[in-house]
């Protein structure tokens, strides 16, 4: 089943030669759930040609804001549409969650409780998992017809599911630790407070529940095909 990664945003130059950057951690990521990828790096205008270029579409997390004025995010949000009527799944992941669920009616702002980052505690229908978090904007005003699935400890909308049209997620189950500490040099000192760094610092190292996510991912992709 061919997958399109749809780029919104890069790790850090300085991060990318050891930790490649977001279409490697997603082919890692799932690279057990016999799934195939093609890169189209959006946030550079690059975009498929038609939404059944590929059988299914993944929206990457991003450093930007989906509520921004970036040339990228309306023909993004139309493709989400298209996407969506036509019935080719979508997944979307921190970004990819925040654009979709806008893109559908949702509304999407900045938290006001600050920053997660880090190891997170979610729950999901039922199911406790633990997985990396890098975000301060957050979904808060559900979109029509979306069910919420995963509630986080700092995030009331953290997952969402239309049926079989759509699956997004707040947390970032692409992220090992190393990336995490990667932003947390590159791009967090004298922006996230010192304290929510020295918790995600302590917490590096303990168990996450990356490979959960990515076979809830496989099964959401293998079920539309069906």
Not at 18 to 39: C, I, N, V, W
Not at 112 to 134: K, P
Request: hydrophobic share 45%; proline share 6%.
């Amino acid at each position: 089943m061919l997958i399109g990664i749809l780029q919104t945003g890069q790790l850090p130059e300085t991060l990318r030669p050891s930790l490649g950057d977001y279409p490697q951690m997603f082919a890692a990521l799932l690279a057990h759930q016999d799934l195939e990828f093609r890169t189209f790096h959006v946030e550079a205008m690059d975009f498929p040609a038609d939404v059944h270029d590929c059988e299914g579409w993944i929206i990457t997390g991003s450093r930007h804001g989906a509520y921004e004025d970036h040339p990228f995010i309306p023909p993004l949000e139309a493709f989400i549409r298209r996407a969506f009527e036509a019935g080719v799944p979508m997944v979307g992941i921190c970004f990819g969650h925040q654009i979709i669920a806008q893109a559908l009616g949702g509304r999407v702002e900045k938290f006001d409780g600050g920053w997660t980052v880090g190891t997170q505690g979610y729950d999901f229908e039922g199911e406790r998992l633990v997985l990396n978090a890098w975000h301060q904007d957050q979904v808060v005003t559900l979109p029509p017809g979306a069910e919420i699935i995963a509630r986080g400890e700092t995030c009331a909308i953290a997952g969402l599911r239309w049926g079989d049209r759509a699956l997004t997620v707040q947390a970032h189950p692409e992220f090992g630790d190393a990336v995490v500490e990667g932003l947390m040099e590159a791009r967090a000192r004298g922006v996230v407070p010192d304290a929510l760094l020295e918790r995600a610092e302590g917490l590096v190292g303990s168990p996450k529940d990356n490979d959960v996510l990515a076979r809830k991912i496989g099964a959401f992709f293998r079920r539309d095909r069906a």
